[in-house]
């Protein structure tokens, strides 16, 4: 992380920060004052490029510099479009809800069961299974280890849908997003693409949901693209609503 991560000072005085992650998204922040804030941020933005053009040349790809930012941030949306990146469809949508109000419950069907995850010595098996729900190669061994090795990580909370035959069928990482852990967190949530479109993901996140709240959160939330409507439907048909909106924007790196 270190090659990737830049911190910026003047006499003593943090003016800002910047972090290139592992796909390419450029998060950073700034001292408020603005004399020195519009200088940090052309050296963000610029480290940010030179950090892209590394990779681009060491890969030989083509990869963009992205970012984004609340849909109700304009100072930054601004400072973005200024510096050449481009807005682009797709959001990060942000549901809530209040743990206080009736939770519905669905039943599963039969040979279905929901358990914790048992282990570290089954991380490749949930490995297979995030690939498996989201037809990707981005999970990785290692990233799922980091993610069970943090502080706020709750194995009790890490759910999994096992079907009759063993076979993981869908996962529910849960937790809590504040150090008094009042607010709970039902995502990532996947669906092996053998049972999906049976209503499973419903069972699943209910079941994180009374998981939470038993676990003295007051309220649960979750995050999904705006792309992704089945999720969107789920969130809403589970009592949750969408609180905020995260907008994605992208540069070209020449």
């Given at each position: ?16 920060y910047a972090?290139?992650?592992d ?37 030989g ?21 200024e ?11 942000r549901y809530?809800r209040p ?17 914790p ?26 990233q ?16 999994l ?17 504040d ?9 990532p ?33 979750l ?32």
């Amino acid at each position: 992380m270190r090659a990737n991560w830049r911190m910026w000072k003047h006499a003593g005085q943090v003016l800002g920060y910047a972090f290139v992650d592992d796909f390419n998204n450029l998060w950073f922040d700034t001292v408020p004052e603005q004399a020195l804030a519009c200088e940090v941020e052309a050296e963000v933005i610029a480290w940010g490029l030179a950090c892209i053009r590394r990779r681009n040349l060491a890969t030989g790809l083509e990869n963009t510099l992205d970012s984004t930012c609340r849909a109700d941030n304009p100072q930054r949306i601004q400072l973005l479009l200024e510096y050449g990146f481009v807005l682009q469809a797709v959001r990060t949508l942000r549901y809530s809800r209040p743990l206080s109000s009736p939770i519905v419950t669905y039943p599963l069907p039969d040979g279905f069961s929901i358990r914790p995850v048992q282990g570290k010595d089954e991380v490749e098996r949930l490995v297979a299974l995030h690939r498996a729900a989201f037809g990707t190669d981005n999970m990785t061994v290692e990233q799922r280890l980091a993610l069970m090795s943090t502080p706020q990580y709750r194995q009790d909370l890490d759910l999994l849908l096992v079907a009759s035959d063993h076979e993981l069928a869908g996962f529910c990482v849960c937790g809590f997003e504040d150090p008094q852990e009042k607010i709970g967190y039902t995502d990532p949530i996947g669906t092996h693409q053998h049972y999906q479109g049976r209503g499973l993901g419903k069972a699943l996140v209910s079941a994180g949901l009374l998981a939470l709240q038993s676990a003295g959160a007051q309220v649960a939330e979750l995050g999904t693209s705006s792309e992704n409507i089945g999720m969107q439907k789920l969130a809403s048909a589970l009592g949750f609503e969408c609180v905020s909106e995260k907008m994605w924007f992208s540069r070209t790196v020449v």
